[in-house]
């Protein structure tokens, strides 16, 4: 099946190998261990979302009931600065990027088998002339990306661990989502699931 991406989103397949996949599993694993994986939930319902968090960077994107979608520099349960994100893939958006700046937040998303995401745009950043961009490791995922309409025609993939989108350009403001996992799928995390890291550049430089 050859996948017809919308304008502005690249996908790229295997860019990370197996030895760096793994080196990337130990670095968010530290990460973690210092700024705890939390459950996010939804601004004014207060839903919990099925998607665990955590940031590295200095700023991180969090939600909750009372604040809503935002970047800060702390930790929102243990109040903690995040750690930096020296190395946590930054050099990934370097790579890909076409952009000169680094990226400022590392977001660590860990989904469950049942965990999923609904269909939204990455609208919270002041900077939209830098991708976002974003690395799968674990678990197959079904990813689905459409335009930066609403309601414009999406098209699904599966993202394998070590998969990369680039969402740039035109394709910024894409409408995008997880719709499901493939349990068991990869042996990368010892107990499964998916992580997925999003690199983004939240200021204007
Ligand atoms: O898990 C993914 O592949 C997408 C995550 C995402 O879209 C987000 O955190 O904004
Ligand atoms: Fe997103």
Not at 4 to 12: A, C, F, W
Not at 85 to 112: E, W
Request: charged share 20%.
């Amino acid at each position: 099946m050859t996948e017809t991406l919308p304008e502005g989103v690249r996908h790229l397949p295997d860019y990370l190998d197996a030895h760096a996949q793994a080196a990337l599993v130990e670095i968010i694993r530290a990460v973690v261990e210092a700024a705890p994986l939390y459950v996010p939930t939804m601004p004014r319902s207060g839903k919990p979302m099925s998607v665990r968090m955590t940031n590295c960077g200095s700023l991180g994107w969090v939600t909750d009931k009372e604040n809503g979608y935002r970047y800060q520099p702390t930790h929102p349960i243990t109040g903690a600065p995040w750690a930096p994100h020296s190395g946590c893939a930054a050099g990934a958006l370097a790579d890909v990027a076409d952009y000169a700046h680094p990226p400022q937040a590392c977001l660590v998303n860990f989904y469950t088998d049942i965990a999923k995401m609904g269909l939204h745009q990455d609208r919270d950043e002041k900077e939209f002339a830098a991708p976002v961009v974003s690395i799968s490791l674990g678990d197959d995922c079904l990813f689905r990306v459409g335009t930066p309409e609403r309601k414009g025609k999406t098209v699904s993939l599966r993202l394998t661990s070590g998969d990369v989108i680039v969402l740039g350009c035109a394709g910024r403001l894409a409408y995008h989502g997880v719709d499901r996992i493939y349990p068991d799928t990869s042996t990368l995390l010892k107990k499964g699931g998916r992580i997925n890291l999003t690199l983004r550049r939240v200021t204007m430089p």
